[in-house]
Nanobody
Framework: QVQLVESGGGLVQAGGSLRLSCAIS????????MGWFRQAPGKEREFVAA????????YYADSVKGRFTISRDNAKNTVYLQMNSLKPEDTAVYYC???????????????????WGQGTQVTVSS
């Protein structure tokens, strides 16, 4: 099993920044794809960003491209989501997710991921 624990959420003003962390434990995950998704109240969970652990390839939703950066720290077994220029519409619960061997065309598909964290709340005030 893979365990994922998110942290770093909070309340921030529009234009501010936050960095989310996802600590990973369990099976060897060097071949995994790590994703960040978010779910706003009354809305479906949506893709934010993903990274292929071994190659470091990154993928972003259009809504966050240029503002958010996903990265990983091999030594700390942690994936980060640096969020800059935050907007009120970024308010959501942010979830870390993981799975093996997801094709590049499907890294944004929620059902491709078997492992999920508990989520961390991000609130952006206007």
């Amino acid at each position: 099993q893979v365990q994922l624990v998110e942290s770093g959420g909070g309340l921030v003003q529009a234009g501010g920044s936050l960095r989310l962390s996802c600590a990973i434990s369990g099976r060897t995950f060097s071949s995994y794809v790590m994703g960040w998704f978010r779910q706003a109240p009354g809305k479906e969970r949506e893709f934010v960003a993903a990274i292929r652990w071994s190659a470091g390839s990154t993928y972003y939703a259009d809504s966050v491209k240029g503002r958010f950066t996903i990265s990983r720290d091999n030594a700390k077994n942690t994936v980060y989501l640096q969020m800059n220029s935050l907007k009120p519409e970024d308010t959501a619960v942010y979830y870390c997710a993981a799975d093996r061997s997801i094709s590049s065309l499907r890294v944004g598909v929620l059902d491709e991921y078997d492992y999920w964290g508990q989520g961390t709340q991000v609130t952006v005030s206007s």
